[in-house]
Nanobody, 126 residues
Framework: QVQLVESGGGLVEPGGSLRLTCEASGLTWYYYNVAWFRQAAGKERERVSCISSGDGSTFYGDPVKGRFTMSRDKSKNTIYLQMNSLKPEDTAVYYC???????????????????WGQGTQVTVSS
């Protein structure tokens, strides 16, 4: 049984940085793609980054390219999202998620990710 727990959210000023951590348990890294999603108030949940289990390929959504970096540490059972140059529009609840459908992680939407953390709030404001 997979369990995901996010941490590291909080209040940060525009232009600042924040690192989110997702601690995973019961996850077979070879089979599971992992991802970060976010959902702002009144908006649909969107994928911001993901890593495919097979070859470790990393993908980013257009709004965060060049600013966010996703990584994983299998030995520590953790997934990270380093967020730099934060903007007010990055304000959202951030979730880590996992799925084991077998194709590249960027091909799946939020409804196809079966394992979710509870989310952590990120607020970018002066």
């Amino acid at each position: 049984q997979v369990q995901l727990v996010e941490s590291g959210g909080g209040l940060v000023e525009p232009g600042g940085s924040l690192r989110l951590t997702c601690e995973a348990s019961g996850l077979t890294w070879y089979y599971y793609n992992v991802a970060w999603f976010r959902q702002a108030a009144g908006k649909e949940r969107e994928r911001v980054s993901c890593i495919s289990s097979g070859d470790g390929s990393t993908f980013y959504g257009d709004p965060v390219k060049g600013r966010f970096t996703m990584s994983r540490d299998k030995s520590k059972n953790t997934i990270y999202l380093q967020m730099n140059s934060l903007k007010p529009e990055d304000t959202a609840v951030y979730y880590c998620a996992a799925e084991n459908l077998g194709l590249s992680c960027n091909l799946y939407g939020p409804h196809e990710y079966g394992q979710w953390g509870q989310g952590t709030q990120v607020t970018v404001s002066s």
